[in-house]
C-alpha cells in the first residue's frame, strides 16, 4: 500500500542551525512533492513545490532536494529562529485528478 | 482578497445530528478539496471537486456528502453525526491552470466535537 512518513517525534534544534526533515514514500511515483507549514489551530501554508525531474528547489532559507530513487525529500532550514517552530508536512501528488496525500508532520522547535 | 473562509470555527453536535460546514474562496480557483484532520492520521481527503456542478469521493468519504454549484461554494454535509467524525475539517483550493493537489490554499479549519 502506499505510505508517505515523515519522523513522528519532535525534532529539537538550536537557533541558528540548519534543521533538516525528512519525508519518506513508499508504492508511489508522484509527479511533485510538497512541503508545508501548520502553525497550532491553523491551515496548512505551502512552502514548496518540487517536480520529480528536480533534484532541488530553493527559497530564501529553505531548500528541498527530492531523491526519486530513494524515495525521499529533505527539506531544510538554514539559520533557523524560533519562529520557524512549527509542524512541516510533505504531500505528494500522485496521477490522476484527486487530491494531495500527506504525511502526518514534523513537529519542530527551535530553541534560543 | 479574504482567500479561503470556512464557517463556523467550532461546532458542538450530539450523534445524529446533522449540519453543512461552509467554505468559500474568491480567488476564482477551480479546484476545491476537503480534508480531515485527527490526531496521529494526519490530513485525509474527504471530497474534492475539479469545477462547479462536478465532486468525486476522496479517501474517506463516508458519512459526508458535498455539492458544487458555484466555483465559489464547496458546502460538506454531514448526513448524521458520529462521534468518530469528530475531527478538525480543512477546506482547500487549487489554481485553476494546474490540478487538484497543486499548491493548495486552506481555510482556517472548522473543529467539529460530536457528543
Known amino acids: 500500500s502506499q505510505k508517505i512518513e515523515q519522523n513522528s517525534e519532535a525534532l529539537n534544534i538550536q537557533e541558528g542551525k540548519t534543521a533538516t526533515l525528512t519525508c519518506n514514500y513508499t508504492n508511489y511515483s508522484p509527479a511533485y512533492l510538497q512541503w508545508y507549514r501548520q502553525d497550532p489551530g491553523r491551515g496548512p501554508v505551502f512552502l514548496l513545490l518540487i517536480r520529480e525531474n528536480e533534484k532541488e528547489k530553493r527559497k530564501e532559507r529553505l531548500k528541498v532536494t527530492f531523491d526519486t530513487t530513494l524515495k525521499q525529500s529533505l527539506f531544510h532550514i538554514t539559520a533557523s529562529q524560533p519562529a520557524d517552530s512549527a509542524t512541516y508536512l510533505c504531500a505528494l501528488k500522485g496521477g490522476g485528478a484527486d487530491g494531495l496525500t500527506f504525511g502526518k508532520g514534523t513537529h519542530l522547535i527551535i530553541q534560543p | 482578497n479574504a482567500g479561503v473562509t470556512q464557517t463556523p470555527k467550532f461546532q458542538v453536535l450530539k450523534t445524529g445530528q446533522s449540519m453543512t460546514l461552509q467554505c468559500a474562496q474568491d480567488?476564482?480557483?477551480?479546484?476545491m478539496s476537503w480534508y480531515r484532520q485527527d490526531p496521529g492520521m494526519g490530513l485525509r481527503l474527504i471530497h474534492y471537486s475539479v469545477g462547479a456542478g462536478i465532486t468525486d469521493q476522496g479517501e474517506v468519504p463516508n458519512g459526508y456528502n458535498v455539492s458544487r454549484s458555484t466555483t465559489e461554494d464547496f458546502p460538506l454535509r454531514l448526513l448524521s453525526a458520529a462521534p468518530s467524525q469528530t475531527s478538525v475539517y480543512f477546506c482547500?483550493?487549487?489554481?485553476?491552470?494546474?490540478?487538484?493537489?497543486?499548491?493548495?490554499?486552506f481555510g482556517p479549519g472548522t473543529r467539529l466535537l460530536v457528543l
Open positions: 480567488m476564482n480557483h477551480e479546484y
Open positions: 482547500a483550493s487549487s489554481r485553476p491552470s494546474t490540478g487538484v493537489g497543486e499548491t493548495q490554499y
